[in-house]
């Protein structure tokens, strides 16, 4: 019964399927990320350190991508949506689709973690709700420069940790190179994360997402925050946005550069299109029956199975 | 020898066989996660810190999972159970016989954590086994609300844990999405559990599992902590019970409503079923026969394929 | 030439070899879990903490395994081995030779960690070797209870300790149940060994195996700590020797009375054994072509999978 | 369009896309190494701890390997290249290209950990570049002994720790043991090199590496640290530069002497061949095809199976 209701709600438009997994991805990403800041900061790292954010933020990730990876191919991240546009390997239409509800993602979970550490923020704060200070929470939502951070070096550290980023995804995922096992992606893609934050996180909290930062910067403007989350660290709200963007595209340039176009052209291309195939576990039988029937009918083996290069992946 | 004798003790009905499996999973999650507790709290954070506890109940669920899940499908949490019945994909004849059985497992593991941490617990507290104060040690058995907590700031929060918890474990077993590798399911379970102990734990400790706190909070009520275990908090005790219940329903609900539903139906389908039974290695001969005669036979390949899909998996 | 060379060592005897990676394996075993406890007690925390000493042990346990296991299968434990025999599972006739070289393996990793950190000791204790005490460092070596713990306190939890060892190590290889998915069965173990120590370490160490915590123990009595070794913790030493052999076997016997002996027999046991198999890719082949020879020639597919049966696994 | 324009910069000398391989893996590998030790340093171990850079150097070397591997087979340490010459199982031809790359990818990774932590050493530093002394930032990009540290102490411990590391890797790698899943090799190369940080760690900084110490001291020397960084612990920077190699040759020959040789000869040697082709599921089809060709024309399918025996891997 509860079944057939659930079916009631089923929505055909494959982009707003799409969409409606990018939102749910990085919900999770950032409910669980800020999550694990909110926990460290009001508990005064007496139930968390600084590793369980890295921790929280990695593992966030990792589910965000479990939950969006089959439907929306889980880009979770405005400069890698945007990146994969300018390489050719995703469509311009449906760009703004995606990072809107990438957008609206973040700034929701923003709103369940605030909700979900009302009592504690309250607790910790005494109700004064600051950006910065001893008992500033607004870095629970999104980042903030150190003091010593030029807004240069802020530039070059958020362009060197998204391109970090981008270099570790495209290595995963290129089918030529050695790919992440299948199913395993997402611990893998949470494993770059970790390590970012661990060694790139002491500058300015490692943002390398726009919809990471802008969303629950958003939020916390409107939750009583005030003007000062946009104005703080001399305006840096806008280079987690729009640098990070440069970075993405930068990393994967290099990975192209480096090691992407170098991989000989012939043989290993059928191969690879072969291997994506069977990674797909989905489409194995497929596959098989294929071969299969070429067994029976006589056809030709080989010609059955080069005709899947023609398939669209 | 040894062999035959074990034999003897075969047990030959399934739902008994799935009790005890239940049973012995949800006694490996808390014998570990408990255990952890205790020798943060005894060894007075010298043997480990609040990421210890986080790792004590996720590689405890881990485990509890590997006990299981061959057997029963390994639920180790009623509130699972209850929303597997609800969603139509248990039995609600045996529900009863799961819970039972999971409250067994939990309240039999405190008692073997407390008789393994008797020696330490009786030098850390001198003897008075109290629920609050400094040496309290109530809280190595079940979870109590931090002091800034409301009732329905726990609410919340628990609704909130438990909704994350189901939206991970039905994205890692969703065939149509990204699912876990075979044999990996376990450890990515664990995974969620680690990040939701990293970032919902400060509140009130992440139960989110009836069982795994009513179990061990009675055993703490009869061995000697007596009914404080109950008034603590405003009388928390019903919330991790009772509220976890509608957590996840509410989590089941969010990811088919966002995710699930939404799958397309027509062919993948057919293949979801297909994928289903090849990861089961066990069943993956049959499969092949199944291909293999009909290759032999003339038979329809498609058609003995389709055939599987009638098959309860 | 190098590849000449080393083929003139070649050893011929199945025994021999399979003693040599038992030997080996739980050299690496002890060479990064007491390594890890000399870099903490020598840096005074500094630089590690009691998390990383969890990790070091149960690292050395998967790089252990990965050593030995496809020689020997790396029991590097005489109780694992001694639990085999009397399950019927391995040759009481090897056992003594087992048993040895994993002492061996231990006592010389020991010494190579005293090689490695010789001038960190010195430095640290003064050249004053002490079982006790602020500079104490015979704990680098091997387990010493904590002061509360009575005897019968230390009996007990040294019994727990390896018996929840044992239960996950044999849900983790039974093939019925969810096994772990093949290479990575050294990781799951490790990770079994990193679960005990966090909820099991403090009271007196988690040793769970004679010959990690005897091996060291008799280096550290030759090298300088003297006969307080043996003395110390009102003859601690015979505990973790005795007592884990009484556990791993309840272990086994729990896991087998409450999982394993009520795995269905009929149908699924055949396949178990194909799973095993397939399991085992070597003899993927193997198989498949058994299978295609049936549908070639006519045979019953059935007949010729279930001959695998009878096949020595 | 994009794709177009990258294609042009496609290099087709192979040796040359191998050295890009590794000089971009150990970029990688020094960028998250070094990096994870300049954010605990500039951030006195607020915003991470020894366990941090632990962890930084063992995922940037799981990352590093990611990128590499399928190009260059992901040496990414000269004393491994060295070591697979005197086996015979790398071209001494080559040797000096990778090496070269190895270097000029740790000194560029160098260069860019201090360009993103320009600002944090300058603030920490108050711009007073040292080796040694409260703020000293040295230590960021190359390894020193510590003070007790005697320099035969130092070549002891080098030797054992690049030792150790060339044991798991060779166990991980042999197909006739307990190889590392296909696709996870990276991760658990990583693993090792984690364990070895916890428990080798503590003496000099297991550098185990020529490239990651020699290339960003280099660095160090040029960019303002100064001849004190060769002079530094009595001309310490020899010792992770040569000692290095000598432990990875003794690795090597000890894994090979005690398993390696004495894996049996005959038949498993051609079920090594197989399960490797196997593990490339790039070439699973073949196998397959040629299985089925087998079966449809009535050939002898064991002799099509072991006609891949004669294929070089």
């Known amino acids: 019964m509860m079944d057939r209701l659930l079916r009631r709600c089923r929505i055909k438009s494959r982009l707003f399927r799409e969409c409606l997994a990018e939102f749910f991805g990085v919900y999770i990403l950032i409910l669980f990320g800020c999550g694990s800041v909110a926990q460290v900061t009001t508990s005064q790292n007496t139930k968390g350190e600084y590793l369980s954010i890295n921790l929280g933020f990695a593992l966030g990730t990792t589910f965000g991508i479990y939950v969006a990876k089959g439907v929306s191919g889980a880009h979770l991240n405005p400069a890698v949506s945007l990146t994969l546009c300018v390489l050719g390997r995703f469509s311009w239409t449906c760009l ?5 509800s990438q957008l609206l993602g973040a700034f929701l979970a923003a709103a369940t973690v605030a909700l979900q550490y009302y009592d504690a923020i309250m607790d910790f704060t005494g109700g004064h709700l600051t950006v910065s200070g ?27 940790g998204t391109a970090a980023l981008l270099v570790c995804v495209l290595a995963l995922g290129d089918p030529r190179n050695t790919p992440a096992p299948p199913g395993l992606e997402p611990v893998l893609v949470g494993a770059a994360v970790l390590v970012i934050g661990i060694s790139m996180g002491s500058n300015s909290g490692y943002a390398i997402n726009p919809a990471r930062d802008f969303g629950p910067r958003l939020f916390s ?12 660290g001399h305006g840096w709200w806008w280079v987690p946005v729009f640098v990070t963007c440069v970075g993405a595209f930068l990393g994967a340039l290099l990975y192209e550069l480096l090691i992407g176009v170098h991989h000989p052209d012939s043989e290993p291309e059928e191969a690879e299109d072969l291997t994506a195939v069977l990674q797909q576990t989905v489409e194995l039988d497929g596959l098989e029956m294929e071969l299969l029937e070429g067994a029976e009918t006589g056809d030709e083996v080989v010609g059955g199975a080069s005709a899947l290069t023609d398939r669209p992946l």
């Open 96 to 100: 703004p689709f995606y990072v809107c």
């Open 134 to 160: 001893a008992t500033a929470t607004a870095g629970i939502f999104s980042t903030y420069p150190a003091d010593y951070l030029s807004l240069w070096g802020g530039v070059v550290d958020q362009i060197i």
């Open 221 to 232: 403007y409107i939750a009583g925050w005030g003007d000062e989350v946009f104005r703080a």
